[in-house]
């Protein structure tokens, strides 16, 4: 997998990444977006291109998260684990609403 640049100013935060699942993309979290590594390479997701995120219909589907892009773009983001009964994709989805009200709110004051 080629080596992820990052862009002038953003810092990566934190990882996910499920080294034993191969099905499981590593997700690089950085303060601009994430970054989601797939064989071909990485794939970058802007916090501020994200119109609408979409979780797991129910507890049985816990494969992922989708985010709803600008230009009518929509994209699957695996979150495959899980701790016992808490499946990581539901934690992923609120970080992710969370993230979006903080640059919504951060849009509306600039």
Not at 7 to 29: H, K, N, S
Not at 37 to 53: A, C, M, N, R, S
Not at 82 to 104: E, G, H, I, M, Y
């Given at each position: 997998?080629?080596?992820?640049?990052?862009?002038?100013?953003?810092?990566?935060l934190?990882?996910?990444?499920?080294?034993?699942?191969e099905?499981q993309p590593?997700?690089?979290?950085?303060d601009f977006g994430?970054?989601?590594?797939?064989?071909?390479?990485?794939?970058?997701?802007?916090?501020?291109?994200?119109?609408?995120?979409?979780?797991p219909?129910?507890?049985?589907?816990i494969?992922g998260?989708?985010?709803d892009?600008?230009?009518?773009?929509?994209?699957?983001?695996?979150?495959r684990?899980?701790?016992?009964?808490?499946?990581d994709a539901?934690?992923?989805?609120?970080?992710?609403?969370?993230?979006?009200?903080?640059?919504?709110k951060?849009e509306l004051?600039?």
């Amino acid at each position: 997998m080629p080596s992820i640049m990052l862009r002038p100013g953003e810092t990566a935060l934190g990882i996910y990444e499920i080294v034993e699942d191969e099905l499981q993309p590593p997700i690089v979290v950085t303060d601009f977006g994430l970054y989601v590594g797939f064989p071909e390479g990485w794939k970058t997701v802007d916090y501020q291109g994200i119109l609408d995120e979409h979780g797991p219909a129910s507890k049985e589907e816990i494969s992922g998260v989708t985010v709803d892009l600008l230009e009518d773009k929509q994209f699957f983001i695996p979150v495959r684990g899980a701790r016992r009964q808490l499946r990581d994709a539901f934690s992923f989805l609120q970080f992710l609403l969370s993230v979006a009200r903080v640059v919504r709110k951060r849009e509306l004051f600039e």
